[in-house]
């Protein structure tokens, strides 16, 4: 792949992922699925990280108040996503916690309006990552920090692509079905970028056996959510794509802060 291929994929899953805005000149090739862009999903991660990472850092140096700092930090996170991952979770939690059936949680997960499953759920995301960033801002240098939340954005978006590649789209006319479905290769690459590039610029700041276990952490629950996505909807969509995100993430944060 060359390194122009690069670029325009990195810069296309960055526009796809986030709320920063991307030029126009990188989706000029129509014939390009964003489903072949996914391979590199966890590289924009890490630029989609940077930000919030930069500020923890920052906070973490100045003995912020590690609470508060968690709050500000995720809050950056959020708005820089536009909380497309965090809808895709209480999408999803509607769906799966009150459709009876297939039929009836994907229609349930299509309705706009969040209801008591996607409440609870998306309150429970906050706690979870505010309550482990807290811990980690208290007990990591800053540049610590800063490394251990663009590892786990980076993981977080490989699983992504795992999820997609791993299940049929459970609408075949869905958001999810029309951006195509990466194969194999993205999804062994998106993997080897997300878990490669993840151990190895953090695991410095940790323990090398606890470190092992919270990478596996997230690829467990990945495994799980799509036996789970099967079971209920025969499939994925982009709301469970993006829950995989927001699953994997709190998983990883979770049991970072557990062994740190």
């Not at 108040?65 to 999803?92: F, K, N, Q, R, Y």
């Not at 980690?136 to 663009?150: E, F, N």
């Not at 993981?155 to 990466?182: D, I, K, N, Y």
Request: with cysteine; glycine share 8%; proline share 4%.
């Amino acid at each position: 792949m060359r390194t122009g291929d690069y670029l325009t994929d990195i810069m296309r899953s960055l526009g796809f992922l986030s709320r920063i805005p991307v030029h126009d000149v990188f989706f000029a090739d129509e014939h390009r699925s964003m489903a072949e862009s996914s391979r590199v999903f966890p590289l924009a991660g890490i630029l989609i990280a940077i930000p919030s990472a930069c500020v923890a850092a920052i906070l973490v140096a100045n003995d912020a108040d590690p609470v508060l700092s968690a709050v500000i930090v995720l809050t950056i996170a959020t708005l820089i996503t536009g909380a497309l991952h965090e809808d895709g979770l209480a999408d999803t939690a509607d769906g799966f916690g009150g459709g009876s059936s297939k039929e009836r949680a994907l229609e349930i997960m299509k309705d706009s309006r969040i209801g008591t499953y996607g409440a609870i759920a998306l309150i429970l995301s906050f706690l979870l990552r505010v309550a482990a960033l807290a811990a980690l801002m208290r007990d990591l240098s800053a540049l610590g920090i800063a490394i251990s939340l663009i590892a786990v954005a980076c993981l977080s978006r490989g699983a992504m692509v795992w999820h997609w590649q791993a299940l049929a789209p459970a609408r075949p006319s869905g958001v999810a079905a029309s951006a195509g479905q990466p194969g194999a290769t993205e999804r062994t690459r998106a993997l080897g970028y997300g878990f490669g590039v993840a151990g190895v610029i953090a695991m410095n700041y940790y323990t090398p056996f606890p470190f092992i276990l919270a990478l596996a952490a997230p690829l467990a629950a990945t495994y799980l959510f799509n036996r789970y996505c099967n079971r209920k909807i025969q499939g994925h969509t982009g709301d469970t794509i993006g829950a995989t995100q927001q699953i994997t993430e709190i998983v990883m944060l979770s049991a970072l802060a557990l062994i740190v």
